[in-house]
């Protein structure tokens, strides 16, 4: 019953380090997502991707980077961090069309 | 621009009163309107997915419903461990999953 496994759950990190975000699914989904969450201000989507080797942008992916060379994987690459990218992280999977299921979020802290 | 938008932002009923939340959606080519619970601290959980105007689905004291334009979550006497925030979220025709901002519900015993 793993779902979609979200690593680490909390990170702190100075400005101008990089780090990397893991996600993996064990349902066989096509596509899979990243978004952030700040309060008061919903989900917004960084990356997407419809399957492996293919990643597309989404409404806000400055500052980060995706690669998708499995089915399974879906890491977000965080370059040169800043504080603008203290947030919740989502790692969220579907099948094409249909419900989306989401990790249990990765708290950053940019400082 | 596809665009979802909730209403309330907020609301706090008395265990017993029953209420609606409310989801406009202006979605190119709809694939699917989908309901999520996010408890604090915890991901998204998913409720309820709609495809077509009419449909209508239910689940305990939640209930969701869809128009054209519209969704709604219909809560009957809730309870206290119904206290959460509620995503409603649209599918459109490139497969773009996109949120509104959420109701945050509270319910007092």
């Known amino acids: 019953n793993a779902g979609v496994t979200q690593t680490p759950k909390f990170r702190i990190l100075k400005i101008g380090q990089s780090m990397t975000l893991q996600c993996t699914q064990d349902?066989?989904?096509?596509?899979m997502y990243w978004y952030r969450q700040d309060p008061g201000m919903g989900l917004k989507l960084i990356y997407y991707?419809?399957?492996?080797?293919?990643?597309d942008k989404g409404e806000v992916p400055n500052g980060y980077n995706v690669s998708r060379s499995t089915t399974e994987d879906f890491p977000l690459r965080l370059e040169l961090a800043a504080p603008s990218q203290t947030s919740v992280y989502f790692c969220?999977?579907?099948?094409?069309?249909?419900?989306?299921?989401f990790g249990e979020g990765s708290w950053l802290t940019v400082v | 621009e596809d665009q979802v938008t909730q209403s309330p932002e907020a609301l706090r009923l008395q265990e017993g009163e029953s209420s609606s939340l409310n989801c406009s959606y202006t979605?190119?080519?709809?694939?699917?309107l989908f309901w999520y619970r996010q408890d604090p601290g915890k991901g998204p959980e998913f409720l309820f997915t709609?495809?077509?105007a009419g449909e209508e689905k239910e689940k305990e004291r939640l209930k969701a419903t869809l128009t054209k334009k519209e969704s709604f979550l219909h809560i009957t006497a809730p309870k206290p461990e119904d206290s959460a925030t509620y995503l409603c979220?649209?599918?459109?025709?490139?497969?773009?999953?996109?949120f509104g901002k959420g109701t945050r519900l509270h319910i007092l015993p």
């Open positions: 969220a999977s579907s099948s094409a069309g249909n419900t989306i299921y």
């Open positions: 349902m066989n989904h096509n596509y």
């Open positions: 991707s419809v399957g492996a080797g293919i990643t």
């Open positions: 979605v190119s080519g709809l694939r699917g």
């Open positions: 709609l495809y077509s």
């Open positions: 979220a649209g599918g459109n025709r490139d497969d773009k999953i996109i």
